[in-house]
């Protein structure tokens, strides 16, 4: 597809379950980036790739979150024993490079723990 | 931390209004961006301002960024339906994005 596409549009689990998120990014970008946005908020970082590695993971709450983007391309955002706090919209963008360039978003994946 | 207070954080006006919100901080930016989203929808990109005291214009929409690059406004002219959703002004590098709350604008016809 033309834009960023991200697997589930909505996921519901149980606390303390493990979940992932899939995004795929528009082709020939290399930067990518990942969101969450709360309720009410606006988006807040956290995490972005540069390639296949991860050059800033400042913004990931705790070490139950984990991203991976083992080929450049695809992304997965990984949640261990998630919990209730953790619902929210992540977020999934790509850009040119991290340098520069437009961030193009996807329309999200909507999380609900129960 | 740099954060960005939006204001307001709800509007809602009849079709064919003018309405003006507003992005401040405490801190200088070197740049701030404004972006639009819907329901459902990821944010989309509307403009950035870089130079301080620049003026944007994109159709009814006009975006000036302070003197001081610690605010920045967004102007609307003659509000139509589709100009309906949040809109959110961030700031920082380009890989590390600050968002504001955003100002979620309803448009009534």
């Known amino acids: 597809g033309a834009g960023v596409s991200q697997t589930p549009s909505n996921k519901v689990t149980e606390k303390g379950k493990y979940v992932e998120l899939r995004c795929d990014p528009i082709s020939g970008h290399t930067a990518l980036y990942w969101y969450r946005q709360s309720l009410g908020q606006g988006p807040e970082f956290l995490i972005y790739f540069q390639g296949t590695g991860a050059a800033d993971d400042s913004g990931l709450p705790n070490d139950r979150f984990f991203a991976v983007r083992p080929e450049g391309s695809v992304s997965t955002l990984k949640i261990q024993r998630t919990e209730r706090g953790d619902s929210a919209v992540y977020l999934c963008?790509?850009?040119?490079?991290?340098?520069?360039?437009?961030?193009?978003f996807g329309e999200g994946s909507r999380l609900t723990v129960l | 931390t740099q954060l960005l207070e939006q204001s307001p954080q709800f509007l809602s006006i009849q079709e064919g209004e003018n309405l003006t919100v507003y992005c401040n901080s405490s801190s200088v930016f070197s740049s701030l961006q404004w972006y639009r989203q819907e329901p459902g929808e990821g944010p989309v990109l509307l403009v950035t301002?870089?130079?301080?005291?620049e003026v944007k214009k994109l159709k009814r929409l006009t975006f000036q960024f302070g003197d001081a690059r610690k605010d920045s406004s967004l102007h609307i002219t003659a509000a139509q339906p589709g100009d309906t959703g949040l809109y959110l002004c961030?700031?920082?590098?380009?890989?590390?994005?600050?968002f504001g709350k955003g100002t979620l604008l309803t448009v009534n016809p």
């Open positions: 961030a700031g920082g590098s380009n890989y590390k994005l600050t």
């Open positions: 963008a790509s850009s040119l490079s991290a340098s520069a360039g437009e961030l193009f």
């Open positions: 301002v870089v130079t301080g005291g």
